[in-house]
T-cell receptor
Framework: GESVGLHLPTLSVQEGDNSIINCAYSNSASDYFIWYKQESGKGPQFIID?????DKRQGQRVTVLLNKTVKHLSLQIAATQPGDSAVYFCAETPGGGGGSNYKLTFGKGTLLTVNP | DSGVTQTPKHLITATGQRVTLRCSPRSGDLSVYWYQQSLDQGLQFLIQYYNGEERAKGNILERFSAQQFPDLHSELNLSSLELGDSALYFC????????????FGPGTRLTVT
């Protein structure tokens, strides 16, 4: 498959600008879509999620948009800060109650670099 | 700090050997997940346990096995190690009704020489 790491898509922005990170997903049956942030040397960290019956959800400085027609997910970060520099992964999961299948299928990741 | 702990942080071993990676979930989380992160395959789901029972399986090799104990900690066993098994191995945990919100540990970096 396509390589992560050295061949990650990259996005470079200036501090204070807005950032938009895009992701294409594959499984129409997925019920939850999630964005994770991974800083160097750390595990992925949950940012925001959206359920399949929604098309927009806002958090603190972040907005996730879901377009099921074209299977596209995006993460918007407002007023990007140097601390936002990281690899951002989209993920999808079928979900399910009672502790059933919540395996996450991750996208390839986008490296965001924020220049001061 | 996510509240998920993993040991060891680094592991260097030779081909053919067997290792055990350990994970303690966040207090109260019943679900534990294992993921492998490598440069060529990205983040790949391996296996999920819920309250001691296997719930979902991903691209986990037959040489790999896992279990979740009554105290909810989990172990991932990797045997007959090959060079290609070198990767970061993450454990994550979640609550029952929001399993898509997973809290990841710091990972174990495995190097097979």
């Amino acid at each position: 498959g396509e390589s992560v790491g050295l061949h990650l898509p990259t996005l470079s922005v200036q501090e204070g600008d807005n950032s938009i990170i895009n992701c294409a997903y594959s499984n129409s049956a997925s019920d939850y879509f999630i964005w994770y942030k991974q800083e160097s040397g750390k595990g992925p960290q949950f940012i925001i999620d959206i359920r399949s019956n929604m098309d927009k959800r806002q958090g603190q400085r972040v907005t996730v948009l879901l377009n099921k027609t074209v299977k596209h997910l995006s993460l918007q970060i407002a007023a990007t800060q140097p601390g936002d520099s990281a690899v951002y992964f989209c993920a999808e999961t079928p979900g399910g109650g009672g502790g059933s299948n919540y395996k996450l299928t991750f996208g390839k990741g986008t490296l965001l670099t924020v220049n001061p | 700090d996510s509240g998920v702990t993993q040991t060891p942080k680094h592991l260097i071993t030779a081909t053919g050997q067997r290792v055990t990676l350990r994970c303690s979930p966040r207090s109260g989380d019943l679900s534990v997940y294992w993921y492998q992160q490598s440069l060529d395959q990205g983040l790949q789901f391996l296996i999920q346990y819920y309250n001691g029972e296997e719930r979902a399986k991903g691209n986990i090799l037959e040489r790999f096995s896992a279990q979740q104990f009554p105290d909810l900690h989990s172990e991932l066993n990797l045997s007959s190690l090959e060079l290609g098994d070198s990767a970061l191995y993450f454990c994550a945990s979640s609550v029952v009704d929001r399993g898509h919100v997973q809290y990841f540990g710091p990972g174990t970096r495995l190097t097979v020489t």
